[in-house]
């Protein structure tokens, strides 16, 4: 049976560097976020440089939809992609897309890939690109915990990466695991 891992942590901690790693080795990437994008374009909807009318649309389309929305909406595409290969799965958020995607795929794992808190709020402030100063940083973690049910996955995970070191260290980790599981 092909393998399904989602990568899950706060922002700013490598999650990207794990799911990027991934696709190169030959798995298939799933990103929850290209959702969001998609449905925005569609709907004829700006993205704005502060992210705030992606949140915004985030917000309607669970509200609308209900909190396992995303998992839901790409639930088609992971049987499809596991047809062929292993999946990995960028950007699940919520408690709410795990218990809704354990319930159909026995075979997910989390990794959580963690990182020291000014640690990531600095390597969030210095992205090329979705760059945050710490203020909004901490808005956008107490807004995911609180509004998203972020804290689940990141507790409940079958395994962790701590990511403090470079990114050699964070892949040496995932190799680990990988073989843990059977990869």
Do not use: H
């Amino acid at each position: 049976m092909n393998k399904l891992i989602a990568i899950v942590g706060m922002s700013g901690t490598g999650k990207s560097v794990i799911t990027d790693y991934l696709e190169s080795i030959g798995w298939n990437k799933l990103y929850f976020g290209g959702i969001t994008y998609k449905l925005m374009q569609e709907a004829g909807i700006e993205r704005t440089p502060d992210g705030k009318s992606e949140k915004e649309f985030r917000e309607k389309l669970r509200k609308d939809y209900g909190p396992e929305c995303y998992a839901k909406f790409l639930e088609p595409d992971i049987k499809e992609n596991l047809k062929k290969g292993n999946v990995v799965l960028d950007g699940l958020y919520s408690w709410y897309e795990y218990k809704y995607l354990i319930e159909r795929f026995k075979n997910l794992k989390l990794i959580c890939v963690i990182t020291d808190k000014e640690l990531r709020y600095k390597r969030v402030g210095n992205r090329p690109d979705r760059a945050f100063n710490k203020d909004a940083i901490i808005y956008r973690d107490i807004s995911e915990i609180e509004n998203l049910a972020k804290g689940g996955p990141i507790a409940y995970a079958d395994y962790y990466i701590l990511n403090n070191g470079t990114i050699d260290d964070e892949l040496t980790r995932l190799k680990e695991i990988l073989k843990k599981i059977g990869e």
